[in-house]
């Protein structure tokens, strides 16, 4: 099982991004994924998520202004990132599971696999 994540990098305050979890080596259309993100000194928290079915979850300080999406034909979600603000800086992770739909708890302890992570800095 692998997790791949990319399309970090560095963005002025209200810029945009895109990242990308492209997975292998599991039936990608059952599975659950979500993204996490964990800034220094913070705890990791969930983002978003997206079921195999297309439910999906925002968490309130990106509600609005990122978008979760998934292209099981080609194993890979997305999320895009717009009106960026400082706050937003973090390690982005991506994050499956087949025991849990969306939207349930984003809870670490919830998801089985996880990517590697991309590193996302909104500053000016």
């Known amino acids: 099982v692998q997790l791949q994540a990319s399309g970090g990098g560095l963005v002025q305050p209200g810029g945009s991004l895109r990242l990308s979890c492209a997975a292998s080596g599991f039936i990608f259309r059952y599975y659950t994924i979500a993204w996490f993100r964990q800034a220094p000194g913070k705890e990791r928290e969930g983002v978003s998520c997206i079921s195999g079915s297309g439910s999906l979850y925002y968490v309130d300080s990106v509600r609005g202004r990122f978008t979760i999406s998934r292209d099981n034909a080609n194993n890979t979600v997305y999320l895009q990132m717009n009106s960026l603000k400082p706050d937003d800086t973090a390690v982005y992770y991506c994050?499956?599971?087949?025991?849990?739909?969306?939207?349930?708890?984003?809870?670490?302890?919830?998801?089985?696999?996880w990517g590697q992570g991309t590193q996302v800095t909104v500053s000016s």
């Open positions: 994050a499956a599971t087949s025991h849990f739909s969306c939207p349930s708890p984003l809870k670490v302890g919830n998801y089985d696999y």
